[in-house]
DNA sequence: CTCACTTTGTGCTCGCGTTCACAAGCGCAT
DNA sequence: ATGCGCTTGTGAACGCGAGCACAAAGTGAG
C-alpha cells in the first residue's frame, strides 16, 4: 500500500448484461482520474502555464507519469514528443471526453443539512453542472426557497425530470427513504444518480450508481490507524472476544 | 477453539523477496467493503434475525456471495457450514478487525457548508467516532459554538489533538488553504485524514489520507451519461474540437 | 448410523490495472 | 543536415481482485 492518497469512493457499477462492443472502451479507472487530471490542468492553466509533461501534470495530480501518460493515450495522441501537452487543447479533449462542453441537469432530493450544503456549494456550477431542482418530503421545506430554487414535494419528481431535462439525482435523505426515492427517479427517467445516503440502491442496469460515504471513509480509516497503533492491543482484544462471545455459542 | 492466530508483528507492507502466505495482510478491496458488511449485518440484527447466510447477506451488502465469504475468510473461520454465519458475533469480529470497539476522537477543520453539515451529523458518533474538536481559520467563526462544541483557531491545533487524543481529521476548507490545514495536522500529530476538499494533498508515507470529491464523481457520471445518449453527438462534436482547436491539420 | 441436503471455505483461472522500460518522434543547437 | 537530448506512446510483465466450482463440514430425517 503506502500509496499517497486513495481514492476514497467506489463505483457500485452495475455489470452490464450485455457487453457493448467496446468501439471507444476507455477503461473506468482511467474515467476515474480524468478528473483530477482536469482540475490540475485547469490550475496549470490559471497560472499561466501553456506547456505542461507527463512527469509534471503527474507530479500536480498525485500519480504516476506513466499511468498519466497510458490513461491520456486512451483519448488520442494529444501529446508532442520531446515537448509535452498543450494545456488548453488537453483541458478541451478531456472535457470533452467527459461529457463536459454540455451542461447537465441536476435534481437534489433530501434538503437536510448535506443537501443543503450541496445546494449551496458554487463548485457544481463552474464544472458544466447546474442544480435545477430542489425535493423533500417534508411539508415544512415544501415551497421554501433554498439557493433560489423552490423545493417541491417528490410527486412532482417526474413532471421536474421531463420539463428541466434532468439526467443527473443526488440523494441526500435518510437511509429508509433512499430506495423508493432511487424508484420513483428511475422511473421518471434519470439515468445517473449519487447516493450520499447510507444504503444499498438496487437499480436496472441501465442506470449508473456512485455511492458516497462518510461514515465508510471514516471506518476505513480507523483500521489502518488501529495496524499503526499497537496490535498488541487487538491481539487482546481478539483473545477477549472469543471467550466473551465465541465461549457461549 | 484454536484462536485465529494474529500475529501482531509483521506491520509493514514492504514487499517479501519470498512469497508468504501473507497471514495478517487483508486486502484493502476487503477492507473497503467491510463497513457495508457491517451495516447490513446491522440492519438484520435489528430485525431480530440471528444466523445469517452468505447468501443473503450478500444480497443485502449488494456484492457477490463468494466475494463476501473470501473476504470473510480473512478475518477467520467465523461460520458454520450447513448454517451460516451468527450475526450478533460477525458483527463483534468485524467491528473489532476495523477498530471499532475502541472510540475515535475527530476535528473537523472548516465550517463552511460542508463542515456544519458534518458536525451536525450524528451517524458519526454512533459507529464510534466521535467529533471532539472544531476548528476554522475565521475569526468570525471561532469561539462560537457549533453542535455543542467551540470554534477554535488553527493555532490551536497541535494542542487540541495531544490533548484529546485526536488520531482522524476531516477536511473540509477550500481547496487553496487544504495543504496548508493538513500539514499542520500532520506536524500535530494526526494519522489519517478524510479529504472533502478538491485538492491533492501531499503527506508522508505513515499518513493515511482519503478523498472524497463530489464534482469527480458528477463529473464520472456525466461521462457515462454521454455515453448513452448519443455517441454520435460526441463524434461531431470531436470533429469540430479538431477544426477549432488543432485547426491546421 | 447413514444418507441427503445445506452452506462454508478455498484452489484456481481469468481479466483488469499498474508499472517498467524502451523505441519512436520531435525540437534545437551546431 | 545531422546529431543530441528530451518526452511521448506503448509492448510486456506482474500483481491484485473477481468469480467459478467443488470439496469439506455441519444439520436433520429416517
Keep these: 500500500m503506502t500509496s499517497p492518497e486513495r481514492d476514497a469512493t467506489q463505483a457500485s457499477t452495475a455489470r452490464a448484461a450485455r457487453p457493448r462492443p467496446a468501439r471507444q472502451g476507455i477503461p473506468e479507472a482511467t474515467v ?3 478528473p483530477v487530471y482536469l482540475r490540475a490542468l485547469g490550475s496549470l492553466a490559471e ?5 505542461v509533461s507527463s512527469e509534471a501534470l503527474a507530479v500536480a495530480a498525485g500519480v504516476n507519469s506513466a499511468k498519466l501518460r497510458k490513461d491520456l493515450s486512451y483519448l488520442g495522441s494529444y501529446g508532442t514528443r520531446g515537448v509535452g501537452y498543450d494545456v488548453d487543447y488537453l483541458v478541451y479533449q478531456v472535457s470533452r471526453e467527459l461529457g463536459l462542453t454540455q451542461d447537465w441537469a441536476v435534481v437534489i432530493v433530501g434538503l437536510g443539512h448535506l443537501g443543503h450544503a450541496l445546494a449551496n456549494y458554487g463548485g457544481f456550477s463552474s464544472r458544466g453542472f447546474a442544480v435545477k431542482a430542489l425535493v423533500d418530503a417534508d411539508p415544512a421545506i415544501i415551497g421554501t426557497t433554498v439557493a433560489g430554487i423552490t423545493v417541491s414535494a417528490p410527486d412532482r419528481l417526474p413532471d421536474l425530470v421531463r420539463t428541466l431535462g434532468i439526467s443527473i439525482a443526488v440523494i441526500t435523505t435518510p437511509a429508509p427513504v433512499a430506495q423508493d426515492i432511487c424508484d420513483r427517479l428511475v422511473a421518471a427517467g434519470v439515468g445517473s ?6 444504503s444499498v440502491l438496487a437499480v436496472p442496469d441501465h442506470v449508473e450508481v456512485r455511492k458516497v460515504d462518510m ?9 489502518h490507524e488501529q495496524r499503526k497503533t499497537g496490535d498488541a492491543l487487538a491481539t487482546i482484544d481478539a483473545a ?4 466473551a462471545v465465541g465461549g457461549s455459542a
Tied chains: 1, 2.
Design 32 to 34: 476515474a482520474r480524468l
Design 47 to 51: 497560472d499561466g502555464v501553456s506547456t
Design 193 to 198: 444518480i449519487l447516493n450520499f445516503a447510507p
Design 215 to 223: 461514515s465508510i471513509e471514516l471506518q476505513i480509516l480507523a483500521f
Design 240 to 243: 477477549v472476544g472469543a471467550l
